[in-house]
């Protein structure tokens, strides 16, 4: 599965480059290429946690608190955008 997300990724970023160089960019080129980073990053991750020399019981302590800590960040990030939208509308 990594062999094919890589091959996926190389031949997406000889498409972007070729259409870089004939000048077809688009905004769906960064939008692909901060895709494939998530994807790399969470394929990363997994390994990661999977590979780790830990006890089957200390490595779901650490995946519950990484995600607990994930969940809470991301709520903070989503109440500011909410703010920034509701002050944006105000002013406007």
Do not use: W
Request: with cysteine.
């Amino acid at each position: 599965m990594l062999d094919t997300l890589a091959k996926t990724a190389f031949v997406g970023s000889i498409l972007s480059f070729y259409k870089r160089a004939t000048g077809q960019t688009q905004g769906r080129d960064v939008l692909g290429a901060v895709g494939l980073v998530c994807a790399g990053m969470a394929i990363g991750a997994g390994a990661a946690l999977l590979l780790a020399p830990k006890t089957g019981a200390e490595l779901r302590e650490d995946v519950r608190t990484r995600a607990r800590r994930i969940t809470a960040g991301a709520s903070e990030k989503l109440a500011s955008v909410r703010d920034a939208a509701a002050n944006s509308m105000e002013q406007h």
